[in-house]
């Protein structure tokens, strides 16, 4: 009866051993979900607020991209349509309850702005793009990483295209 005994105990501390390994996975990917939500809960509360003072100030219907871009200020964007079905985008500066509104089909798109930087540049990747403000004037600000490592950074025109700024090489 004892021989009986030792089998089954041994298939007790393989299933507890069984257990632990997958309870430990299970609290590791909690951990790890639980860290992204936390990390990523800045950048979706300025979209939702943004979008939601946009949407009440009647500047935008439809929501298409979100946008973040930093240099001396943060600004917080929102590019979509607006009630006439135009293509806009709205500007927010962080900390702040002004909106800036541009009409993007009189401008530049976030596409347009990305296809001038790489067909000019030796561009690796692009690292930020966001709607801002240069001078009160609406811009788009692209930083990008060049063939060389190095990074730069460019103010274009809404209106025109315009290079208002160029940091490159830093």
Request: charged share 30%.
């Amino acid at each position: 009866m004892e021989m009986r005994l030792a089998p089954q105990a041994r298939r007790r501390q393989q299933r507890r051993r069984r257990y632990t390994i997958i309870g430990v996975i299970i609290v590791i990917v909690i951990l790890i979900l639980s860290y992204f939500s936390v990390v990523n809960r800045p950048m979706s509360q300025a979209r939702s607020q943004l979008t939601t003072a946009a949407k009440k100030a009647d500047k935008i219907r439809y929501v298409d991209s979100f946008h973040q871009i930093s240099r001396q200020d943060t600004y917080y964007s929102i590019t979509g349509r607006d009630k006439d079905k135009k293509s806009v985008g709205v500007i927010n500066k962080k900390g702040s309850s002004k909106l800036t509104t541009v009409k993007l089909d009189d401008g530049l798109t976030a596409d347009d702005v990305k296809n001038t930087v790489e067909k000019n540049y030796d561009v690796k990747r692009i690292t930020g793009l966001g709607l801002a403000e240069y001078q009160n004037i609406p811009v788009w600000d692209v930083t990008f990483i060049d063939k060389q490592d190095t990074l730069n950074f460019i103010s274009y025109r809404v209106n025109d295209g315009k290079v208002l700024r160029s940091v490159q090489n830093f």
